[in-house]
Every structure is written in structure tokens, then in C-alpha cells.
């Protein structure tokens, strides 16, 4: 049974670091194509990044570039998701996601259309 379980959230102050992570099971994530969503109250779910599955290129939502970044470790079969100077309006519930139709990142992925598996997600708060 494929299975994606993201941990790491909590609350953080702003101006603070968080790591999250996306542990797989069920599947070798190095063979997907793995992204980061969040969805705020009241907001729609929107794309964060996205590491492919080939080459490991990666791209990022505008506001994330800069302060996050999205990596893999294939040893442990883990997606983490660096957060550097959090904001207030950065919290949301995080989710990852996967796919193995799509080997590259494309902006139509971080619509989360195209993504095939979802983890149930991890809260954030930034907040003094």
C-alpha cells in the first residue's frame, strides 16, 4: 500500500526555520516525482515545490524561492522541505504528494492536478 506521512510542523516564530518532512512507504520515492502543497483556512490548496524524479531538478512557488528548499534523501526514502524565515502567512496545513506519470516539475504540477498521492498533511503556525 503506497503511503506518504509528512511530519515536522508546529509553531514557530517568525523569522524561524522549520523542516518538514515526507516519509514514504509502500514505494521508493527516488522513482517519483514528489511535491510540497499547503492550504490555508479559507484559501485554496496552492503549490509550493516540486523535486523530479529525473535529474532531481526542482522548482519553487514564487514567495518559497529563496527561503525554502526542497531536497531528497533516498537512503531513508524521505522528501523534506527546508523553511527559512517563516512568515505569518505561511501557515497552512503542509501536504506532500506524489506521482511517477510525470518525471519533471512543470508549474502544471504544482497545481496538484497531476499528482496521483497525497499524504494527510502536517500543521504550521507561524506565530509570536
Known amino acids: 500500500q503506497l503511503q506518504l506521512v509528512e511530519s515536522g510542523g508546529g509553531l514557530v516564530q517568525p523569522g524561524g526555520s522549520l523542516r518538514l518532512s515526507c516519509a514514504a512507504s509502500?514505494?521508493?520515492?527516488?522513482?517519483?516525482?514528489i511535491g510540497w502543497f499547503r492550504q490555508a483556512p479559507g484559501n485554496e490548496r496552492e503549490g509550493v515545490s516540486c523535486?523530479?524524479?529525473?535529474?532531481?531538478?526542482?522548482i519553487y512557488e514564487d514567495s518559497a524561492k529563496g527561503r525554502f528548499t526542497i531536497s531528497r534523501d533516498a537512503a531513508k526514502n524521505t522528501v523534506y522541505l527546508q523553511m527559512n524565515s517563516l512568515k505569518p502567512e505561511d501557515t497552512a496545513v503542509y501536504y506532500c504528494a506524489a506521482t511517477d506519470r510525470w518525471n519533471i516539475c512543470s508549474g502544471y504540477l504544482l497545481t496538484g492536478n497531476g499528482m496521483d498521492y497525497w499524504g494527510k498533511g502536517t500543521l504550521v503556525t507561524v506565530s509570536s
Open positions: 509502500g514505494f521508493t520515492l527516488a522513482d517519483y516525482t
Open positions: 523535486i523530479s524524479s529525473i535529474g532531481g531538478s526542482t
